[in-house]
């Protein structure tokens, strides 16, 4: 399967922990985003990488939250000192940001639940 | 800040029937308009997508109306089918007028429509 792929798809955490996203992204694909989806509502964006360089962050994004990109292949994305509202879907998704078409590729997601 | 407008939240099509969902962007900056088909515990999946130069674009039983003056677009689903039933996002993102090697595609959502087909 050579889509986008997240570790883990599910997990659970008590308030206070904290806990590591993985997002491998299509191949060839340099750019990389992380967005936010909660119940009921449409994805948010949280940032955006350009190979290994993060560009643009998000409001959303506070102090708890950073993501790296080593590299410029995977990404990780770590919350510290979760809070429960922090319970969300996190989606990854990668383009290549050629052709003159947006495609971005969106990964499973990893479901958050905070305790 | 919601900039992209979803109506309706949910809408329930008999098979065969066309579907139909709307949307409204705000930021003139908008240049390219996907929607995207999420089915539960999946991730959002690109399925058709239209630039602003064109009124109409359409991919099987898929269509996208635009209209830029209004700041509106929809998705329209012909022989709509029970496999269709998903939850359907629109989004708009700047990305033509971005710069080519570091321009962030960003995508913002609309609220999404929970599309349910009975036979």
Redesign the interface.
């Known amino acids: 399967d050579t889509g986008?792929s997240q570790d883990p798809r599910h997990k659970i955490t008590k308030r206070g922990q904290n806990v590591t996203f993985r997002c491998d992204p299509i191949s060839e694909h340099n750019?990389l985003?992380w967005?936010r989806q909660t119940l009921?509502?449409?994805?948010?964006?949280l940032t955006?990488f350009?190979n290994e360089a993060q560009?643009?962050k998000s409001r959303l994004l506070s102090d708890r939250f950073s993501a790296e990109r080593p590299k410029g292949s995977f990404s990780t994305l770590e919350i510290q000192r979760t809070e429960q509202g922090d319970s969300a879907m996190y989606?990854c998704?990668s383009?290549s940001?050629t052709g003159?078409?947006?495609?971005?590729?969106?990964?499973?997601?990893t479901r958050l639940t905070v305790l | 800040q919601q900039q992209v407008k979803q109506s309706p939240q949910s809408l329930i099509v008999q098979k065969g029937g066309i579907s139909i969902i709307n949307c409204a962007y705000e930021n003139t900056a908008f240049d390219y308009f996907p929607w995207y088909q999420q089915f539960p515990g999946k991730g959002p999946a690109l399925l058709i997508a239209i630039r602003p130069d064109v009124s109409e674009k359409k991919e099987g039983r898929f269509t996208i109306s635009f209209n830029k003056s209004a700041k509106q677009f929809s998705l329209h689903i012909m022989d709509s089918q029970p496999g269709d039933s998903a939850t359907y996002f629109c989004a708009a993102t700047p990305f033509l007028t971005l710069d080519r090697l570091f321009g962030n595609e960003k995508l913002t959502f609309g609220t999404g429509t929970r599309l349910t087909i009975i036979p």
Request: glycine fraction near 24%; charged fraction near 10%; charge should be negative.
């Open positions: 986008v750019r985003y967005y009921g509502q449409g994805p948010e964006f955006y350009q560009l643009e989606l998704a383009s940001g003159g078409t947006s495609g971005q590729f969106f990964g499973p997601g």
